[in-house]
């Protein structure tokens, strides 16, 4: 087995995703084994359930926003104060949220995604 970087490996198992194939077609179409696959996508980690394959409907979650008058948050809105909340996603994705206003909704939205347990252990 020769030694591979994460990005090659990124690139072989995103052609194997790509191919429609399962694992074991795709390594014998490909001369690879399906030992050494494995082993490459458990040494960078990407066996864990979020890194597989994503819904066919392409569809987003839905998220249930309200304005800070019209709902009672269990966090401190004065200690949230106006400044600015970042969330860094995987992939590069970042979000930000300045004001009251935002902070608020940006407080919602974490606190939904927590609560349905969407985030990576």
Not at 71 to 90: H, K, L, T, W
Request: hydrophobic share 30%.
């Amino acid at each position: 087995m020769r030694k591979m970087s994460k990005e090659e490996f990124l690139e072989i198992l995103s052609r194997q995703q790509r191919s429609g194939l399962t694992i074991k077609d795709f390594c014998v179409n490909e001369a690879y084994t399906e030992s050494s696959f494995y082993y490459w996508k458990g040494k960078f980690g990407l066996s864990r359930p979020y890194h597989g394959e994503r819904s066919s409907s392409g569809e987003f979650a839905p998220v249930n926003l309200t304005s800070p008058s019209t709902s009672n948050p269990s966090y401190d809105r004065v200690a949230m104060g106006s400044g600015e909340i970042q969330i860094e996603f995987p992939g590069g994705i970042i979000a930000r949220f300045s004001g009251m206003a935002e902070s608020h909704a940006a407080m919602q939205l974490l606190t939904q995604i927590c609560g349905h347990h969407v985030l990576p252990e």
